[in-house]
């Protein structure tokens, strides 16, 4: 049997992250890999404290079909939070609910890209937004990250070019770099795009994961939505504050880019899963979401100090480590190793991670790697740095 199928699926490629972790499920290797949370931190009795609520209640409508916004109770909740969170005005009929931040981009591709359309993107950027553009056959266009976020000359005069249909950006940590925006590039970047009439898709899985640590001024996290809520649409996700499993996103956008996503969602799934939206929403309207993100901002924090500190020790001056203040990830810098070959020796002593240039568009970063830090205990994580110190050593040798 001979199978047609589209040009378009033909030429796209598995997940780059998706096929290390194939490699990764023998128990032996330590994964430095994926942007997994931390399953300890499940609120495990919570959600069956909210679960329970809901059966006893009776109310056979949680099973129920509903609207394609998504949970009504939610989204008025999540438009309160981020309202009062970063001082701009969001109403819930602003809000749709997704299946996960990931469905938003592909929803997002779907109403803004024709093909040879212009994507502006970072670089280095998350490949699973790469993935998702992709399936829409668009024209990539980078822009430089500097210490505190994008090269702003370089931003204004690419999104002046007449291709130049949107933005992409996650300025909160970013994947896979871990940088964040100062105050004046998100300022520049907000009157940039009202300057060109273009618009954003402004992703922030992880924003709420900022960790105080001693003797360091917090960054500015306000999201650049609510500089220039006319031209962003603003992706937000409960995956790394409460559990990823559920696949529970939203989007706030203005009302003439939300009807159009609307429509692309109906065709797509008709809603997100409705019961686990009620559940959700018992949860935060019965439970401290915030303190229950302070203990995994805390966890991380000591998660992130622990790699760090072992990468000194194990790997000193071998290594380049770029600062982050939050997040999940730690961006490093191999100088003169070529770090798909790398991975292979890697793989070999039982230790995995994301090689740099799979963040690329140009096949940039080949002397890079992405470390993940909150899905290991601090055993793990030392083990696994003197693993990687190992992988090294063994790639040097045969040089």
């Not at 001979?2 to 780059?16: G, H, R, T, W």
């Not at 500190?309 to 999940?328: C, H, K, R, W």
């Not at 070529?338 to 230790?351: G, Q, R, S, Y």
């Amino acid at each position: 049997m001979q199978y047609q199928f589209s040009e378009v699926i033909n030429e796209l490629k598995p997940s780059f992250i998706r096929e290390i972790l194939k490699l990764t499920v023998k128990p032996e290797i330590i994964s430095f890999a994926g942007g997994l949370p931390d399953p300890s931190l499940f609120p495990h009795q919570s959600i069956k404290e909210a679960s329970n609520a809901m059966f006893d209640r009776n109310d056979r409508s949680i099973f129920q079909y509903t609207t394609t916004e998504g949970h009504a109770g939610l989204r008025e909740w999540i438009a309160k939070r981020f309202s009062d969170t970063h001082n701009v005005e969001v109403s819930s009929d602003q809000v749709m609910i997704v299946s996960g931040s990931q469905q938003a981009l592909d929803l997002f591709g779907k109403i803004y890209i024709d093909p040879q359309d212009a994507v502006v993107m970072e670089a280095p950027t998350y490949l699973g937004a790469i993935q998702a553009f992709r399936m829409y056959q668009p024209k990539f266009k980078e822009v430089e990250l500097q210490e505190d976020g994008l090269d702003t000359d370089q931003f204004l005069a690419t999104m002046q070019e007449e291709d130049s249909k949107f933005f992409y950006g996650i300025p909160n940590f970013q994947n896979p770099t871990g940088l964040t925006y100062s105050t004046q590039k998100r300022q520049q970047v907000a009157d940039i795009l009202q300057q060109t009439g273009k618009i954003m898709l402004e992703d922030d899985p992880y924003g709420a994961l900022l960790f105080e640590e001693e003797g360091q001024s917090s960054p500015d996290t306000r999201p650049i939505y609510a500089l220039a809520p006319d031209n962003v649409v603003y992706m937000g996700s409960f995956s790394k504050v409460f559990v990823p499993g559920f696949r529970l996103g939203w989007v706030i956008a203005p009302k003439p880019a939300l009807a159009k996503m609307i429509i692309a969602k109906q065709a797509a799934d008709l809603h997100t899963n409705s019961f686990v939206q009620e559940l959700l929403y018992e949860y935060v309207t019965t439970h401290d979401l915030d303190a229950h993100i302070d203990l995994i901002r805390q966890t991380y924090a000591t998660k992130k100090a622990c790699m760090v500190q072992a990468i000194n020790t194990y790997l000193g001056d071998e290594v380049e480590l770029f600062p982050t203040s939050g997040g999940m990830f730690i961006w490093v810098r191999v100088p003169g190793v070529a770090i798909m070959d790398l991975l292979t020796v890697a793989i070999e002593k039982n230790v995995a991670f994301v090689p740099g240039e799979a963040f690329s568009l140009t096949g940039g970063y080949t002397d890079h790697m992405r470390l993940n830090f909150t899905s290991l205990e601090e055993d793990q994580i030392v083990e696994g740095v003197k693993r990687l110190k190992a992988a090294l050593d063994a790639y040097r040798a045969n040089q």
